[in-house]
């Protein structure tokens, strides 16, 4: 399965951005989808993930309460929704599939990454 996410951009402090993750090859409702994120100069770390049955499970940044991932299997597509957005939040966001259909947080488990979609969050 081929990754790509989209909808990135420029949103100023307190704003809202979704970006999508959409699978083509194969039908994204056989993976489990996380949302990784990469800020300038740290290490890539979990965002949020989602199963075959749309249980979801946040990091400890994200489960503050201001994203949410969901998915839409009639569209391929998961979407990462993300509220009240803080400079912190800037950072290069990528979407993983894992054949397992399980949610993770960890990257090992993920077989497949698509190029990410780059988020700047202006103070």
């Known amino acids: 399965v081929q990754l790509q996410a989209s909808g990135g951009g420029l949103v100023q402090a307190g704003g809202s951005l979704r970006i999508s993750c959409t699978a083509s090859g194969r039908s994204l409702s056989s993976y489990g989808v996380g949302w990784f994120r990469r800020a300038p100069g740290k290490e890539r770390e979990s965002v949020a993930s989602i199963n075959l049955s749309g249980i979801r499970l946040y990091s400890a940044q994200s489960a503050k309460g201001r994203f949410t991932i969901s998915r839409d299997n009639a569209k391929n597509t998961v979407y990462l929704q993300m509220n009240s957005l803080e400079p912190e939040d800037t950072a290069v966001y990528f979407c993983?599939?894992?054949?397992?259909?399980?949610?993770?947080?960890?990257?090992?488990?993920?077989?497949?990454w698509g190029e990410g979609t780059q988020v700047t969050v202006s103070s």
């Open positions: 993983a599939a894992t054949s397992s259909g399980e949610v993770y947080l960890s990257e090992d488990p993920y077989d497949y």
